[in-house]
C-alpha cells in the first residue's frame, strides 16, 4: 500500500487549504482512512479520520474548521482546512488503517502565518 499526499503550503492565518491523498495497491473495503499532524518537537497527533461506515471523528482543536471526506471506492481522502491559525502549522500525514496494519503517506508541509 502506498499512500500519496498533496496539497500543502503556506497561507496566512484565516485562509484555507485543501490536503489530499490517494491510496494505491491492496486497498480493501473495510478500513479507516485519515489525517494526523505533527509540529516540530511535538508527536504525532490525530486531526481526523473517517470510517468505512462514514463515521468521521475530528480532534478537538479543529472542529467546525476542518472536513475530512473520501471517494466512493474508498481510495482517497481529503481535508478542508478553512479558518486556519498559526498553530495549524505542521507535517501533515495521511494514514490508512486496515487489518491492524498501519500505512504513512510522506507528509505535506502546511504552514500558516500570522
Known amino acids: 500500500v502506498q499512500l500519496q499526499a498533496s496539497g500543502g503550503g503556506l497561507v496566512q492565518a484565516g485562509g484555507s487549504l485543501r490536503l489530499s491523498c490517494a491510496a494505491s495497491?491492496?486497498?480493501?473495503?473495510?478500513?479507516?482512512m485519515g489525517w494526523y499532524r505533527q509540529a516540530p518537537g511535538k508527536q504525532r497527533d490525530l486531526v481526523a479520520n473517517?470510517?468505512?461506515?462514514?463515521?468521521?471523528d475530528y480532534a478537538d482543536s479543529v472542529k467546525g474548521r476542518f472536513t475530512i471526506s473520501r471517494d466512493s471506492a474508498k481510495t482517497a481522502v481529503y481535508l478542508q482546512m478553512n479558518s486556519l491559525k498559526p498553530e495549524d502549522t505542521a507535517v501533515y500525514y495521511c494514514?490508512?488503517?486496515?487489518?491492524?496494519?498501519?500505512?504513512w503517506g510522506q507528509g505535506t508541509q502546511v504552514t500558516v502565518s500570522s
Open positions: 495497491g491492496s486497498i480493501y473495503d473495510f478500513n479507516i
Open positions: 473517517i470510517l468505512n461506515n462514514g463515521r468521521v
Open positions: 494514514n490508512l488503517q486496515q487489518h491492524g496494519v498501519a500505512y
